[in-house]
Every structure is written in structure tokens, then in C-alpha cells.
């Protein structure tokens, strides 16, 4: 039997020739019918709290596991970018690596083209220096004065020495001149 406030306040009972007073009766019944209604009123607030309460928990489970997938999904999302930095960072090593290899072999190319160059230079200047120093020899032939001309530093071949004489032609100023 489910008992309300006002189930309590009229409740009747039969009347017996020794049975209880009447009007204590009815007090304790009012009394009960108070206290009842308070405890009801407090029950139903409880109920209320508890089922705001559980909808709470409710919300916070979602959110908790809505924060738990973004948690791993952005640890995911960090060790992919981790991976794809590292990666990159690879690749980056390696073509650097693959152009300073370039460039250090073509440094070495241009050095040999250079040195190259250089010693035909060398070897041009040594033949112009011969060519000039036969020419003026020449020269000084066609002249008459072939025993007046000087030995040069410059001549390459000892043979084309002449020994230096009383003569005002000096070959080495004249090709000194010349260059």
C-alpha cells in the first residue's frame, strides 16, 4: 500500500469500546502527515538532484571520452608530423649532401680546367718569349750587329744565347717593354 500526505491526514479507523483516544489519534496522524509531506518534498528534490546529477555524469563521460579521441588523435597527429619532419629533414640531409658533392666536383673540374689553362698560358708565354727573343735576334742580324746583342733571361733555350758585347741593344729590357 503506497502512502501519501493526504492518505495519512484522513485515515480512518474503527471506533472500539477500549481503543485509543481519539484525538491523540488525530494529532499523531496530522504530525505523520507533516513529516511526511517534508520527507516526500525532500525525496523528490533528492530524486531531482540525483537525476540532475547523473545527467552531469553523463555529460562529463562524453566529454571525457571526446577529450580522450582529440588526446589521441592530436598524439597521432604529432607522431605523423614527427615521422613526416623526420622524413623531410632526410631528404633535405641527402640533397644537400648530393649538391655539395656537385659543387666539390665541379670545383675539382674548374681547378684541372684552370691548371690547364695555366700551364698552356705557361707554355704560350715561354713560346712568345722565344718567338720575340728569335725575332729581335733576327733583327739585330738583318742589322749587322748579331755580336752585339746580350744574352736574355728570358730565353728559353740555351743555344739561342748570344754573349753580350760592346752593343746598346739590350733584348731583355726591349722584351721587358714588350710584355
Keep these: 500500500m503506497k502512502f501519501s500526505q493526504f492518505s495519512i491526514k484522513n485515515q480512518e479507523f474503527n471506533k472500539s469500546f477500549r481503543g485509543y483516544d481519539p484525538d491523540e489519534v488525530k494529532i499523531f496522524l496530522e504530525r505523520m502527515s507533516e513529516w511526511f509531506s517534508i520527507v516526500q518534498t525532500e525525496n523528490e528534490q533528492l530524486k531531482n538532484e540525483l537525476n540532475a546529477a547523473e545527467e552531469q555524469i553523463s555529460e562529463f563521460k562524453r566529454i571525457e571520452k571526446n577529450l580522450q579521441n582529440a588526446l589521441i588523435n592530436a598524439q597521432e597527429s604529432a607522431n605523423s608530423a614527427k615521422e613526416e619532419a623526420r622524413k623531410h629533414t632526410a631528404i633535405i640531409v641527402e640533397e644537400a649532401s648530393i649538391k655539395s658533392s656537385r659543387i666539390i666536383e665541379k670545383a675539382k673540374e674548374e681547378e684541372l680546367n684552370l691548371r690547364k689553362k695555366i700551364s698552356e698560358l705557361d707554355e704560350a708565354r715561354k713560346l712568345l718569349l722565344s718567338k720575340l ?7 739585330a742580324k738583318v742589322l749587322g ?8 733571361k ?5 743555344e739561342m744565347r748570344v754573349e753580350k758585347s760592346k752593343s746598346n741593344i739590350d733584348v731583355d729590357k726591349i722584351v721587358e717593354k714588350l710584355l
Excluded: C, L
Design 145 to 152: 750587329m748579331e755580336d752585339e746583342i746580350p744574352p736574355s
Design 154 to 158: 728570358f730565353s728559353v733555350k740555351p
Design 133 to 139: 727573343r728569335a725575332t729581335i735576334e733576327t733583327q
